[in-house]
């Protein structure tokens, strides 16, 4: 019983970090098997969304992942699973950036950034300049 338990929340949790990068078809075909109870295939499906869309996961879910495959040890599946999971989701799982803490203030130029770009565009010319044989400096 833990091991359907165990099974049933890996695929919501699965299914609820890939639903953004799933089409509205493939989402109803992932809740549909999930809730006729059909995990297996949903989190096969899911993990196989993940490594060729290459979607990182949490650290956490990447493990849940490997626990739940111990259950499945012998099964025609397992090491594709397997390697499913250890040569595509650890190595993203570990490229998940850490929260992000975002300034809600606007961010403008300071005044000499734009002067110095000025004068520098001004010095060496612009790349539209050469293009039509313009040339600056000169009488």
């Not at 990068?21 to 493939?26: C, N, P, Q, R």
């Not at 739940?68 to 799982?93: C, F, K, M, T």
Request: net charge positive.
């Amino acid at each position: 019983m833990a091991q359907i338990v165990q099974g049933t929340n890996l695929a919501w949790a699965l299914a609820e970090a890939v639903k953004p990068h799933l089409s509205a078809l493939e989402r109803s075909h992932v809740f549909a098997a999930i809730g006729a109870g059909d995990t297996f295939p949903a989190i096969r499906h899911l993990l196989k969304s993940v490594a060729i869309k290459r979607i990182p996961l949490r650290p956490d879910l990447v493990q849940q992942c490997k626990t739940w495959l111990h259950a499945y040890v012998g099964h025609n599946d397992e090491q594709y699973l397997r390697r499913l999971i250890e040569d595509y989701l650890v190595p993203y799982s570990m490229n998940v950036p850490a929260t992000v803490r975002v300034s809600r203030l606007p961010t403008t130029s300071k005044p000499g950034q734009l002067v110095a770009l000025t004068a520098q565009r001004h010095r060496f010319g612009s790349a539209t300049d050469v293009s039509i044989g313009i040339s600056r400096g000169t009488g």
